[in-house]
């Protein structure tokens, strides 16, 4: 199965990254990205843009894959809804449907976020967007599409997030927040590990789900 990533860099991407390398199902991986890795693997390869809104000088590397493991994303925290809609819609259906175009067999599979607005007409900015973005991606001409959203977080294997207000989080209150919500709400937390592993399995199998709350995502990689 060959696999293109975005968001490779970031905390949920690095552990689709992780788990890729390590499964002997995935032959080839291609990142694609503005800033360069630090993994080193011979299933991997990079493709470097400079723009995650045109992809007419790379269509030809985008073509010929199974999957997207599409994990580009960013906090709405502080952002105003235009240029969080930038990151989060425009930049997700920019390549979206170049991939939709060149690869009808592909399976995409985006990372949203639990408390998502299916509807997108919510008054809750960050789920509204996200639900927009979901829509307009299960109206695409894939083989499937598959809107994971998960909850909590916890990284594991050295993952750190880019955002300096979760690394804070999960370097003071991970010790005490992860084992209170794995006994008391252990529907709202995935590992990076566990949500990869779900990724490959879904992409590889496919699933009858167009939307995976934490349940079902824990389902899909055991």
């Known amino acids: 199965m060959k696999v293109i990533l975005f968001g490779a860099t970031g905390m949920v991407g690095q552990g689709a990254l992780r788990e890729c390398l390590a499964d002997p199902e995935v032959t080839q991986v291609l990142a694609v990205g503005r800033s360069p890795l630090a993994a080193r693997h011979s299933k991997l390869r990079e493709l470097r843009v400079d723009s995650f809104l045109d992809y007419s000088g790379v269509e030809a590397e985008l073509s010929g894959y199974d999957a997207c493991f599409f994990c580009l994303g960013v906090s709405s925290a502080g952002m105003k809804e235009a240029d969080y809609r930038r990151v989060t819609y425009d930049f997700t259906l920019a390549a979206a449907q170049v991939l939709a175009r060149l690869n009808p067999g592909m399976r995409f599979l985006y990372v949203s976020g639990a408390g998502t607005d299916s509807t997108g007409k919510g ?60 006994r008391f709400l252990p529907g709202l937390i995935l590992t990076t590990e566990e949500l990869g592993r779900a990724m490959i399995r879904i992409a590889r199998n496919g699933s009858a789900l167009g939307r995976l709350e934490v349940a079902d995502i824990r389902r899909a990689q055991a």
């Open 123 to 182: 008054r809750i900015m960050w789920a509204r967007v996200k639900g927009q973005t979901e829509n307009a991606l299960l109206a695409l001409p894939f083989r499937s599409a598959h809107m994971l959203r998960p909850g909590f977080i916890q990284p594991l294997h050295g993952i750190r997030s880019r955002t300096r207000a979760y690394r804070i989080l999960y370097m003071l209150a991970g010790p005490v927040l992860v084992p209170l919500l794995r």
